[in-house]
T-cell receptor
Framework: EAGVTQSPTHLIKTRGQQVTLRCSPI?????VYWYQQALGLGLQFLLWYDEGEERNRGNFPPRFSGRQFPNYSSELNVNALELEDSALYLC?????????????FGDGTRLSIL | EDQVTQSPEALRLQEGESSSLNCSYT??????LFWYRQDPGKGPEFLFT???AGEEKEKERLKATLTKKESFLHITAPKPEDSATYLC?????????FGTGTSLTVIP
């Protein structure tokens, strides 16, 4: 069974640019979550999508946004990049919520802002 | 405020020296506690789910237990390949709350 896949694996951008990160969940999983993990810090919750709808978002500015497609894949968009956006961005998927299913993670996209 | 706290932040063990990692939480309406292992530059790897106080799960040298306010990850006779950061998370109803992890180093 294929795991969660994320692309690209690495990105280098400059301040002010925009970036799109992509995530394909495990087959059969309908929920997708996005996290930011800055160097040496814990996982910070960004967004949760389920069945194509945004269910919850963390304490991040509106320039962080995303969507989930009918095939349950997802993308995360970050506008007006700032230096502090440099981090590992992790995507996770799970079976439908309400059943307390664990998340399964991809290996992330490493975003570096110069 | 919903919160997950892990201790210690870092732990160094000799190979074969057993120990425990702690995860305490203040999430109301706990609906699941999850343990993960994260290697450098990788995404977290799922280890265990615990749903109710008294529950225990085991996998190789790892054993996870759950009480009403905390969970323990017991590592028995660890090996160098057990070196990683161990994360716990709880599902609070509308999001997962993660602790900052315990960085475990097992010295040969």
């Amino acid at each position: 069974e294929a795991g969660v896949t994320q692309s690209p694996t690495h990105l280098i951008k400059t301040r002010g640019q925009q970036v799109t990160l992509r995530c394909s969940p495990i087959s059969g999983h309908t929920s997708v979550y996005w996290y930011q993990q800055a160097l040496g810090l814990g996982l910070q919750f960004l967004l949760w999508y389920d069945e194509g709808e945004e269910r919850n978002r963390g304490n991040f500015p509106p320039r962080f946004s995303g969507r989930q497609f009918p095939n349950y894949s997802s993308e995360l968009n970050v506008n007006a990049l700032e230096l502090e956006d440099s981090a590992l961005y992790l995507c996770a998927s799970s079976l439908a919520v309400g059943r307390n299913q664990p998340q399964h993670f991809g290996d992330g996209t490493r975003l570096s802002i110069l | 405020e919903d919160q997950v706290t892990q201790s210690p932040e870092a732990l160094r063990l000799q190979e074969g020296e057993s120990s425990s990692l702690n995860c305490s939480y203040t999430v109301s309406g706990l609906r699941g506690l999850f343990w993960y292992r994260q290697d450098p530059g990788k995404g977290p790897e799922f280890l265990f789910t615990l749903y109710s106080a008294g529950e225990e799960k085991e996998k190789e040298r790892l054993k996870a237990t759950l009480t009403k306010k905390e969970s323990f990850l017991h590592i028995t006779a660890p090996k160098p390949e057990d070196s990683a950061t161990y994360l716990c998370a709880v599902w609070g109803g509308n999001q997962f709350y993660f602790g900052t992890g315990t960085s475990l180093t097992v010295i040969p």
